[in-house]
């Protein structure tokens, strides 16, 4: 009977400790990728989980449909701006959407979550403050090749107008856990273009090509799965021309289907297949006044001059 007394004691002693660890640790909400992300609170400047708003919220009335316009450039960029553009010729052919996935909403898809919290903003690599609209047409001019659209067109309006939206309740002073990408752990080593290119043949090619030329749509006025490298590529200006960039994305996104929390690559895959794709030819773009503070220039941009006197070679890989 003591024995049957003890045990009974003994099982209630570990249901309260489970209890309690669980109200403990329970404070989580799920990403949409169905990993536990922790909730901040008031105190906490780093984490809230942050959901994209639902675009059948979006308003009826004119702002609305600006909003909306917006959003239908951000994901057909290239049917509007590229070289079969609806608007003009001004870019490579590439979306808006290859690079901010599914809109810009994706967690680790370079999502807009803290567009209007952060803009306009103080951006190292152009030494000053940058507004929403210069931001826009720097990727006008490196990712997507092309020259800038008129700050104060319709189009320009209209896609600032739905990153307010989407990012509208984000709060100042907070991080999205997700925002950008994932910053994954240098290696022991350089990065291999060699290992990379094994990695590119079997798991990126049968949408990028095998020689990197991207998939077009049906009536070829933009890329459905974008050129990685050659003339219609991203420029060497572009920040996913940084290996930390890339590797990130695609150990976040990559092969399709890939998130976050069930990624499909290794790091040292995504770091080689990085390497590989880099080292292949891009577009040139006039970098001479990116990083005007020689100490704040990334460890791993490609090109110098540098505070350490290390070669280019040794920053790339």
Known sequence: MRLKNYIKILCFTFFIIFLFLWFILSPTSSDKEGK????????????????????????ASPEGELIKYGRELIIHTGSYFGPKGKISAKANGMNCQNCHLYAGTKLFGNNFSLVKATYP?????????????????????????????????KAMRAMIAYLKWISNDVPLKKKIIGSGTENLPYLNRAADPVKGKLVYISKCARCHGKNGQGILNDDSTEYFFPPLWGPKSYNIG????????????????????????????????????????????????????????????????????????????????
């Open 36 to 59: 536990k992300i922790p909730v901040g609170n008031s105190s906490d400047t780093l984490s809230i989980v942050w959901n994209a708003p639902d675009i059948s919220k979006i308003p």
């Open 121 to 153: 903003k103080f951006r190292t690599r152009s030494g000053h403050v940058e507004t929403i609209a210069a931001r826009i047409n720097g990727c006008m001019e490196r990712s997507m090749n092309g020259i800038p659209i008129d700050t104060q067109s």
């Open 238 to 317: 572009a920040g996913i021309y940084r290996l930390s960039n890339f590797a990130g994305f695609v150990k976040n996104n990559m092969p399709f289907g890939a998130t976050h929390s069930f990624p499909l690559l290794s790091n040292e895959e995504a770091w080689d297949v990085a390497a590989f794709v880099n080292s292949k030819p891009h577009p040139h773009f006039d970098y001479s006044k990116d990083w005007p503070l020689l100490a704040s220039k990334p460890i791993d941009y490609p090109f110098g001059p540098y505070a350490d006197g290390l070669s280019e070679k040794q920053h790339k890989y």
